[in-house]
């Protein structure tokens, strides 16, 4: 593992899986960070969301171990298929992982779930009757 990487090559490939997945199933842009927040841990987050290629259509969620602080950004796009309480679901089931020690068991299950709320419901009848 490469000096202040917190993650083994078959947990980032998981994580790179996870995202990739996540991007097809709901068509948003899934980032991650894990490491040390500067200042205030939220203005950091939206920070680096705003550093993103499309911060419209992306979802960012940071980790910092250290001070042991979770935040999740939403872009304006994203929050119309994403509410803050589905977020708080994510968060809350990423936390709950974090607590017993699975930081990458967590992620995987906050991005996927936050992939699953985001998702556009599936048309059940599209055409003319």
Avoid: W
Avoid at 23 to 48: H, I, K, M, W, Y
Avoid at 67 to 89: H, I, K, M, N, P
Avoid at 93 to 119: C, D, K, N, P, Y
């Amino acid at each position: 593992m490469p000096a202040g990487d917190p993650f083994t090559k078959s947990e980032r490939f998981a994580l790179d899986d996870a995202i990739r997945q996540a991007e097809q199933l709901c068509r948003l842009e899934f980032s991650v960070f894990v490491g040390n927040s500067e200042g205030d841990p939220r203005a950091f987050a939206t920070s680096l969301h705003n550093s993103l290629v499309v911060p419209a259509r992306s979802v960012l969620v940071m980790v910092d171990p250290t001070r042991r602080v979770l935040e999740v950004v939403t872009g304006g796009y994203a929050r119309r298929t994403l509410s803050d309480a589905e977020v708080e679901l994510a968060v809350v089931a990423m936390q709950s992982e974090f607590a017993t020690g699975g930081l990458v068991s967590g992620l995987l299950r906050g991005i996927h779930l936050l992939a699953e709320h985001a998702r556009a419901p599936e048309t059940l009848h599209a055409g003319p009757e």
